[in-house]
């Protein structure tokens, strides 16, 4: 018996809901909360296999020869808005709840998020690890603005908590903000909190225009960073959060 299928067959002993299905031949898990997530993180660290994060799959369709004795993780089942507090200005919803869905149920409380209202036809999560970004009045406005707490699996199937709800945090260093942009190279975003604004304001947002999501670019630049320091220090960065190279990064262009 292979690898491959010693790995997939402990999957469907854990999960036997189908939670694991072949999509264009490749493996792919369905995570349905935090720990399914966590579990199967787990299993891939007992198995050394590599993982591919998921979400639409607009931006990157995992299909072919360069994904394969990979497992995919696809998050469309993370779809729920899990809490939203009007008084505190923000949402928390699951990485695969579709973004455009988001300021149709925010504006029944008054509110809205910017980023929701772009042609973006991507998950939260998606539009979270690839740094989506629109231009505002002439400035970069990044959808990590809003991105402000998270619940995060790790490499090794470990989770973590990051962030804080608050307006101010004394917490110590934040580090939600680096997995955004990230492409599903720290770990996976299951949930994450937003900041939203009140709809009152939402006409001075209006017309925001969409800007390119660079995987290409981000490709490029990690691959062979040169003397870009800040590749440099992100490379480090991936190397803590993730030794085993559990979540290899896939260039698609060559």
């Keep these: 018996m292979s690898e491959t299928a010693r790995f997939t067959d402990r999957i469907v002993e854990r999960f036997p809901e189908g939670r694991l299905t072949f999509q264009k031949a490749l493996p792919t898990f369905h995570p349905e909360s935090i720990d399914d997530a966590a579990a199967v993180f787990a299993l891939a660290d007992e198995y050394d296999y590599k993982l591919f994060i998921s979400g639409f799959g607009n931006t990157i369709d995992p299909d072919g020869d360069k994904f394969r004795d990979m497992l995919i993780v ?3 089942r993370l779809n729920q808005l899990v809490h939203l507090v009007p008084e505190d200005f923000y949402v928390v919803v699951g990485a695969g709840y579709p973004l455009q869905e988001l ?3 925010l504006k029944k409380h008054g509110l809205f998020l910017p980023h929701a209202d772009l042609p973006y036809v991507g998950s ?3 539009a979270i690890a690839s740094g989506l970004t629109a231009d505002y009045k002439g400035h970069d406005l990044p959808i990590s603005r809003y991105f402000i707490k998270a619940e995060i699996v790790m490499p090794d199937g470990s989770v973590i908590q990051s962030g804080s709800a608050c307006f101010k945090s004394v917490s110590g260093l ?6 955004s942009p990230s492409w599903g190279q720290l770990g996976l975003i299951v949930n994450a909190c937003l900041r939203v604004l009140p709809i009152s304001i939402a006409d001075d947002y209006r017309g925001l225009k969409m800007h390119g999501l660079e995987y290409a670019r981000f490709v490029s630049t990690f691959t062979d960073p040169g003397d870009n320091v800040s590749a440099q220090y992100s490379l480090k960065i991936k190397e803590k959060f993730d030794p085993s190279g ?3 990064l896939i260039d698609i262009f060559h």
Excluded: E, S, Y
Aim: no cysteine; aromatic share 6%.
């Design 74 to 76: 696809r998050t469309d």
């Design 103 to 105: 300021n149709r149920h």
């Design 124 to 126: 939260v999560g998606g």
């Design 174 to 179: 934040d580090i939600v903000k680096i997995f």
């Design 246 to 248: 559990r979540l290899p």
